[in-house]
């Protein structure tokens, strides 16, 4: 079973908010990047997670438990960062740290000093006088700070300024060597390609796509327009079994994406053909994001078709 399941969920809120239908699974040491525009339906699907919503059909678990049943057991192992920070004004940072510490009850070693250090805050400032970016840090510091095993980071740094969030970016490449599941929720495409070993895409509040990342990576630097020198050269490469995307034989003119594992045979169909020019696309995740969320099509990466 999957360390993070998550399975038919439905919430309803009317006029199309909510999520519907939404089953994904985030299996030990995975990173999987939950990936959509603001109110897709991903703040939504961390909370049925933690416990903060029930569903109305389907379900929701971490290790095995019940997310609504078992949100206090669930607490133990999982750190939780809000897209959305809301934090008590009478408190110090210091003293809302300890707050969370006395919730969690957790066994394991402390790591508040470490990260206190690490993202630069100052924990006996008053709440209510810190920037976004240092609430951001405190939420940050609290979510980790009981070294859990599974961490929900839901647009984890928003708020926070490029270097911290290159700092960020950092700390959870170190996380995930140290085999820790992260489920992260984000609409920002370097973050992804970043840190994500996979992609689930979500449109108003229904998962559409889910794809390995190295694929999409792949996937994007194969991709080659090709124009052949005389028709016959072009009929020539057709007929090799490659299933150009795109081909037009009154211009001699071919697009293909090509997968490692075919790299080989393209060679080899080019070799007997005489090219007028070939060009290579360098195409970012976003614009292949956007092509494929505006147009409603599924993933195609490397010649692969992913529902």
């Known amino acids: 079973m999957s360390t993070i399941n998550v399975e038919k969920l439905t919430k309803d809120y009317g006029h199309g908010r909510g999520v519907f239908y939404v089953s994904f699974g985030v299996e030990k040491g ?22 903060f919503s029930s569903p109305q059909s389907g379900k929701a678990e971490i290790n095995g438990l019940d997310s609504t049943a078992k949100h206090h057991e669930i607490l133990k192992s999982v750190g ?19 707050m969370m510490r006395d919730m969690r009850r957790s066994e394991k070693n402390d790591r508040t000093d470490e990260l206190l250090e690490r993202f630069r805050l ?17 939420a940050v510091v609290t979510a980790f700070m009981s070294d859990p095993d599974i961490l929900l980071l839901d647009e984890p740094t928003s708020g926070l300024d490029p270097v911290m969030q290159e700092e960020f ?5 170190e996380e995930k060597q140290r085999g820790k599941t ?7 495409f370097s973050e992804v390609e970043a840190l994500c070993d996979r992609i689930a895409i979500i449109k108003e509040g229904r998962l559409i796509s889910t794809v390995a990342a190295a694929d999409v990576k792949h996937g994007l630097k194969n991709r080659f327009t090709i124009e052949f020198e005389t028709q016959s050269d072009y009929e020539r490469f057709i007929g090799s079994g490659l299933c150009p995307e795109q081909g037009d034989k009154s211009v ?5 994406s090509v997968p490692d594992k075919d790299t ?31 147009n409603e099509k599924r993933f195609k990466v490397g010649g692969v078709q992913y529902a």
Do not use: W
Request: one cysteine or more; glycine letters at 10%; charged letters at 25%.
């Open 252 to 256: 001699k003119k071919c697009i293909i």
């Open 182 to 188: 992260i489920l992260l929720s984000s609409h920002i």
């Open 30 to 51: 995975e990173t999987l990047g939950f990936l959509g525009p603001n109110g897709a339906g991903k703040s939504t699907t961390m909370r049925h997670l933690m416990g």
């Open 80 to 98: 939780y960062l809000p897209g959305e920070v809301a934090l008590p004004d009478g408190l110090t940072g210091r003293q809302f740290i300890k």
């Open 122 to 138: 100052d924990p006996d400032c008053g709440v209510k006088r810190m920037s976004i970016g240092e609430k951001r840090k405190l």
């Open 264 to 294: 080989n045979r393209f060679l080899a169909a080019l070799s007997v053909c005489r090219l007028k020019s070939l060009t290579e696309h360098s195409v970012t995740l976003e614009e292949y994001f956007m092509h494929f969320y505006r």
């Open 169 to 173: 970016i950092s700390f959870i490449r």
